[in-house]
């Protein structure tokens, strides 16, 4: 690779990674990494995001209650949030917040409030917000229409969503992030998506531990956690710019993703 490679979504701080840590961050640097968007969903979260942040000046901390996490929430999460924010001040996120329909026994109304009001405090302040999305993306599509967005953008992490909405979400000030897990043979009609979604919306994330690349395709590989599941290293990140570089250049030479990947969102444009 010889462009700067920039994460867009990833979860540094998690437990799954504690005996690697150390590794992984020395290593990281050294592959081209610039900045990493490392996003907490729930408050306990939100103090290891920022213990990391402050140790490594290109983490970029984000911290938001994920959809997984609202029945979890404390009755002062929202000044606690708010107050990870001020301490960052600036090249801060609010995320990862969003709306999911897959998991059981959700509660659509429960998670579309806590979803507005913390996309309201995102536009307030005008801070990048990192969004997840599940099966509910007419939901998700009705709450950008209707509520305030921050000027400069969301992120729309690793996008599921159909190809007929990405102007609609676009115009509101989307980008998308294109995830390693994309290719994996039974994504492919995912991968189709972002062959036209505009270069200059497209950002990159490995989501790491999570969303692991197929094995053949992993450069970097960590053991599966103690449950048996596998592990995503987030040095994957230049097999991502690589893939995703050849998929919207299918006639690319090995070794020219970097040119083709130059016209690609930078994340800290977005987040600092």
Excluded at 13 to 41: F, K, M, S, W, Y
Aim: aromatic content about 8%; charged content about 25%; glycine content about 8%.
């Amino acid at each position: 690779m010889n462009l700067p490679l920039h994460d867009a979504h990833n979860h540094l701080h998690d437990a799954r990674l504690d005996g690697h840590r150390g590794e992984i961050l020395a290593q990281l640097p050294g592959l081209g990494l610039v900045n990493a968007v490392v996003n907490g969903t729930c408050e306990e979260d939100w103090v290891a995001v920022e213990k990391l942040a402050g140790a490594h000046t290109w983490i970029l901390p984000s911290y938001g209650l994920h959809p997984w996490q609202v029945k979890t929430r404390s009755r002062d999460w929202q000044q606690r949030l708010a107050g990870h924010l001020d301490r960052a001040a600036t090249r801060v996120g609010v995320g990862e917040i969003g709306l999911d329909k897959w998991i059981r026994d959700y509660d659509l109304e429960e998670q579309r409030t806590v979803f507005a009001w913390q996309l309201r405090l995102a536009a307030e302040r005008n801070l990048p917000a990192s969004i997840h999305c599940l099966q509910a993306w007419g939901s998700l599509a009705d709450v950008l229409d209707h509520e305030p967005v921050p000027a400069r953008g969301f992120l729309l992490h690793a996008y599921g969503g159909p190809a007929e909405i990405v102007n609609r979400l676009a115009r509101r000030g989307a980008y998308f992030s294109f995830n390693g897990h994309f290719l994996h043979e039974r994504k492919h009609a995912r991968r189709e998506i972002f062959r036209s979604i505009p270069l200059e919306r497209l950002l990159v994330e490995t989501d790491a531990p999570d969303m692991c690349l197929p094995d053949e395709a992993a450069a970097w590989k960590l053991p599966d956690d103690p449950e048996g599941r596998p592990v995503n290293h987030p040095g994957n990140i230049s097999i991502i710019y690589q893939a995703l570089a050849r998929l919207r250049h299918p006639d690319l030479p090995v070794g020219e993703a970097g040119r083709a990947g130059r016209k690609m969102r930078p994340t800290g444009a977005v987040w600092s």
